[in-house]
């Protein structure tokens, strides 16, 4: 497992910046940041040796498209890019960052068509929401041969816990109160 870490801290303010700055935690997950704070935040993160995830769909200013991805990759020199977009996902692949396609589990149909986007594009890792569907991590794991991470409504030590037991490798939390979970 590249991440190390079960718990991916998913920071959105400067408070859980501190938090997570805090931590022995190597990865963190930026998100809900104005484009123009990155620079700033990416540097103070590689002062403290940590890596660099973005979500970049959920980033106020940046094209959430392949365009986004190529100045996050090459301007900001960051580690990795969740996206729930196949071409983000392609150049992170081509740029040789962690590329994580992130996919909502809503019905069949959805879950049907993201294996078949995630089939094509082999991303590095999946992200599946909400993390309470587990019981599909198995079908998705013999589908697609890729690690898994969970995220979305988890609200216990116990849900972290059971998603990690289900086969998933890391789970993406923004609740500063989970950062510290051992299962």
Request: positive net charge; proline residues 4%; charged residues 20%.
């Given at each position: ?55 970049s ?15 996050l ?100 939390t ?10």
């Open positions: 497992m590249l991440f190390g870490q079960k718990i991916i801290p998913a920071i959105g303010n400067h408070q859980d910046m501190k938090k997570f700055l805090s931590t022995p935690l190597i990865y963190g997950l930026l998100m809900n940041f104005q484009l123009a704070q990155l620079p700033e935040l990416i540097e103070i993160m590689r002062k403290n040796q940590k890596k660099i995830l973005i979500h769909e959920l980033i106020k200013g940046l094209s959430s498209d392949e365009f986004g991805a190529i100045y990759i090459q301007s900001l020199k960051v580690d990795g890019i969740i996206s729930s977009k196949p071409k983000v996902i392609e150049i992170c692949k081509k740029r040789g960052v962690i590329g994580i396609l992130r996919f909502f589990l809503k019905d069949t149909i959805s879950l049907n068509h993201s294996l078949e986007i995630a089939q094509k594009i082999e991303p590095d890792y999946l992200e599946i929401l909400p993390a309470l569907s587990i019981e599909i991590i198995p079908v998705i794991k013999n589908a697609l041969h890729t690690e898994i991470l969970m995220g979305g409504l988890l609200q216990t030590k116990e849900q972290i816990c059971k998603c990690l037991s289900h086969g998933a490798v890391a789970v993406t923004s609740n500063p109160a989970f950062w510290d979970i051992t299962c």
